[in-house]
């Protein structure tokens, strides 16, 4: 059994990948768990899928390919809350309708502009293809992000937990609101080249909602959805080597197990 787990690990480009997966899945479960609380999953849905249009249009004017992600990420954004305060739709529909608009508009452009993008990697990433130094930029990325949302951690909880009462204290729900989605933007688009759109968008849903079945304490919920994300990430990576599948699809699939146990857990809890 110790050799099954420790074998994959004598290759450089599985210690790359497991690193790479660790660093991204622990960001993506603590974030997860505050759009959970929120209702905002959709959210990293659509950050995920506003990506491809922007890169594309970086790559035709020659600028690069992560800077018109980050621009795209935060077009998105913008028109998410533009739509908000002026249409009277839900938040899940505007969400919906603007990240179907922008991966739809990333597919045309995709069609009609010479571009080093490659569907199956936009979808499912490379994970096992990263190099060195580009697993060593995305975790000094995703470290940063996880510094900042420990530091304003508790501002953070107070305007995803209750809005009203963070302003009744001093607390800017704005300006915190917007810096988590700049957080999420970041994790979205360093996240993506490597693990691609499916992989983002369920380490930034999976984890907190199964967290969220066993717990209503939020620092306990966090510690459960890193654990599982780290976990999900560690058995993906070693079994995909052994059975020669998608790494990224076995992370989620491992995933997906821990949140259908969660919700096991939770019918029989409320017996």
Known sequence: MIEFLLEPLRYDFMRIALYLAFSICVVCAVLSCFLVLKSYS??????????MPGMIVAYAIGL???????????????????LKERSGLRNDAITAICFTGFFALGLLLYSKVESPLHIHEVLFGN??????SDMQTSVTVFGGVLVFTLLFFKRFFAIFFDEVNALLVGINPKFYYYLMLLLLSFVVVFGFSA???ILVVAMLILPGAAAFLITSKFWLMQIISVSFALLSSFFGVIVSFHSDTSTQAL?????????ILSLIYFKFRAL
């Open 42 to 51: 959709l959210l990293g849905d659509a950050l995920s899928h506003s990506v």
């Open 64 to 82: 690069p390919l992560g800077f018109g992600a980050f621009l795209s990420s935060i077009v998105c954004l913008w028109l998410i809350e533009f």
């Open 127 to 132: 994970l096992l293809g990263v190099s060195k």
């Open 195 to 197: 693990v691609g759109i």
């Open 251 to 259: 992370i989620v699939l491992f995933q997906a197990l821990f949140f």
